[in-house]
């Protein structure tokens, strides 16, 4: 099992921390001060550390510096409160996989916990531990991609079907929020790559920097601070899937050492003479119009072509309002589990305001909402009065539903109309009542319609 210890002096948030990780089948032990983390690290030995920068007697940094001292292949997270770039430069040169910003929310963390596993099969593909349970790929997580029944979804859901099995450069284009990393994780997943890494980069999280050596890795001594190798993001999806997101914050210089790199299938770390040929395919997601970024000369032509093989538009949560019942109900699950909570549905008032509002954070604002909700819930469904008060609130939207179920208290009759319609074909009478399939059965088991 994959050990994690976690060095926070803040106790709440980091036994928060540790519940979330061991829910997620991880073993993990927290400490408050840099004395019990030595201990610890003397006494055992571990395949990630997560550490604050600031703690009561001692720094991140020092506990950085000692893991890789003692362990090169030991994965390194530092956290803190204080986004200050330097320090941020300085731990990533010591040799820290990322450095993460509090407060976070925990599962943001989860990919960067598994990237930092993924590198650590990387340099070491036979060691023990990770083969008596070897790490995942990201696209197995249990927030996997989620399809929908509006026309948009199953536009998008067949352009994923048909890209997925080639090895094209795919673009994704979205709205903040719309799911794009999900998408690329549904690609990898159904492609012929999917039990191979899945690398993703937030492009525009990456100091400049450090951005060569995030990339194409580094070798111990090329520059100050580098005491160890370093594998960089290349190399660690070598034989899978590279997913570089917000593509369009990359800096021109290295837009121009990624063309290169995506031209000839090679890299070279910093420091290195010697060329390291790759095999990857790449994703990229933005929610800029690059096309105009083009125009404009803030990014490269030549490589906007090369990564736009095939395109993919991720529709907003308004464009598709079908699909948003199904998606509400799916996070539900969700924080029903993460928060132990057993919340069955949403109330009929609850239900008219998501439709009434706009959504203009779409699925992430969703997905947060609803853990929300259902955090403050104290009954079985989910009231009205627990909602924010924009959605609460919001106007009846111009948008209306052919049948308007949940509005007409004559719902048993508009169901059997939309089945009569459909000819008995359930997920294109929810279309029709504009819900998901799972609320539809749930209403034919309530009036115990039968087909």
Known sequence: MTKILIVEDDVPFGTMLKTFLIKRDYEVELVFSGAEAFKKLKENSFNLILSDVRLPDTSGLDILKEVKAENADT??????????????????????????????????????????????????????????????????????????????????????ELVAPTNMSVLIMGESGTGK???????????????????????????????SSEFFGHLKGSFTGAINDKTGHFEAANGGTLFL???????????????????ERKIKPVGSNNEIQVDIRVITATNEDLAQAVKDGEFREDLYHRLNEFSIKVPALKERKEDLML????????????LEKNVIGFTESAIEAFKNYNWPGNLRELKNMVKRAALLTQDEMIPLKVLPHEIATATHSNT????????????????????????????????????????????????????
Do not use: W
């Open 245 to 263: 997101d917000e593509i369009g914050n990359l800096s021109y210089e290295l837009q121009v050492q990624l063309l290169r790199a995506l031209q």
């Open 75 to 160: 994965q390194v997270i530092i956290m803190t409160s204080y986004a200050e770039i330097s320090m941020a430069v300085e731990a990533m040169k010591i040799g820290a996989f990322d450095y993460v910003s509090k407060p976070f929310r925990p599962e943001s963390i989860l990919q960067t916990i598994e990237n930092a596993l993924t590198h650590t099969q990387v340099q070491q593909p036979s060691a023990p531990k990770q083969a008596k349970k070897p790490q995942k790929p990201v696209s197995d997580q249990e927030t996997s991609f989620v399809k929908g029944v509006s026309e948009a979804a199953i536009k998008l859901s067949d352009y994923i």
């Open 327 to 338: 998606f509400a109900e799916y996070f539900l699950d969700e924080a029903n589990t993460e």
């Open 400 to 451: 209306e539903t052919e049948y308007g179920l949940f509005k007409n208290k004559n719902e048993e009759q508009l169901i059997l109309d939309a089945l009569e319609k459909a000819g008995g074909n359930k997920s294109k009478a929810a279309r029709l009542l504009s819900i998901d399939r799972k609320t539809l059965y749930n209403k034919l088991k309530q009036y115990d319609i039968k087909l």
């Open 181 to 211: 990393e999900q998408v690329a994780k549904s690609i990898h997943k159904q492609s012929k790559r999917a039990g191979a890494p899945f690398i993703a980069v937030d492009c525009g999280a990456i100091p400049r920097e450090l951005a």
